[in-house]
Nanobody, 125 residues
Framework: QVQLVESGGGSVQAGGSLRVSCAAS????????MAWFRQAPGKEREFVSA????????YYADSVKGRFTISRDRARTTLYLQMNSLTPEDTAVYYC??????????????????WGQGTQVTVSS
């Protein structure tokens, strides 16, 4: 079984930065693709960013490209999402997800097997 635990959410003013983390445990993640999704109140869960392993190719939603950066520690047990130039539209619960192997529809949440509990990010204007 895989456990994913997010942390690092919080409140920040528009233009500020936050970094959220996802600690993974339970199995080796050498062949896992990992991703960040978010869900705002009253909206569907949406793709934010994904990282392919072992190539370390990174993918971003257009809405966060240039502002957010996905990364992973050397031990491959922690996933990060550095968020800069935050706007109120970034307010959401941020979820970490993983799956074994890569999927071409990496932006579809249905293609991920494991999920964290989410961490709240609130951006005020």
């Amino acid at each position: 079984q895989v456990q994913l635990v997010e942390s690092g959410g919080g409140s920040v003013q528009a233009g500020g930065s936050l970094r959220v983390s996802c600690a993974a445990s339970g199995r080796t993640f050498n062949n896992h693709a990992m991703a960040w999704f978010r869900q705002a109140p009253g909206k569907e869960r949406e793709f934010v960013s994904a990282m392919r392993w072992p190539t370390e190719m990174k993918y971003y939603a257009d809405s966060v490209k240039g502002r957010f950066t996905i990364s992973r520690d050397r031990a491959r047990t922690t996933l990060y999402l550095q968020m800069n130039s935050l706007t109120p539209e970034d307010t959401a619960v941020y979820y970490c997800a993983s799956r074994e192997g890569w999927h071409i529809y990496y932006h579809d949440s249905n293609n991920y097997s494991y999920w964290g509990q989410g961490t709240q990010v609130t951006v005020s204007s």
